[in-house]
Nanobody, 114 residues
Framework: VQLVESGGGLVQPGGSLRLSCAAS????????MSWHRQAPGKERELVAS????????NYADSVKGRFTISRDNVKSTAYLQMNSLKPEDTAVYYC????????WGKGTLVTVSS
């Protein structure tokens, strides 16, 4: 089983990034997917989640209207489109797959700075 995040990097405030989470080794289409982040010195927090068929999404208040979670069950990949990025969005971003078990990726670093 693998979840591999990509797409992180350094971006200026107001910029955009698209994170990807490529899954393998399990039946992706049966798992709910979510993105979490952990900033230095802070606890890991839920950013956004999406149901197995993509029909239901939820967002943390801090990212509503700026971030969009999506998934492609054919490609076994989840995405997080992040727009209007702020310095406080700086964190390591992790994807998680949840069904009767939970899998985590190793994370990708997003740094928002001028």
């Amino acid at each position: 089983v693998q979840l591999v995040e990509s797409g992180g990097g350094l971006v200026q405030p107001g910029g955009s990034l698209r994170l990807s989470c490529a899954a393998s080794g399990f039946t992706f289409s049966t798992y709910g997917m979510s993105w979490h982040r952990q900033a230095p010195g802070k606890e890991r927090e839920l950013v956004a989640s999406i149901s197995s068929n993509g029909g239901t999404t939820n967002y943390a208040d801090s990212v509503k209207g700026r971030f969009t979670i999506s998934r492609d069950n054919v490609k076994s990949t989840a995405y997080l489109q992040m727009n209007s990025l702020k310095p406080e969005d700086t964190a390591v971003y992790y994807c998680k797959a949840t069904f009767w078990v939970t899998y985590w990726g190793k994370g990708t670093l997003v740094t928002v700075s001028s």
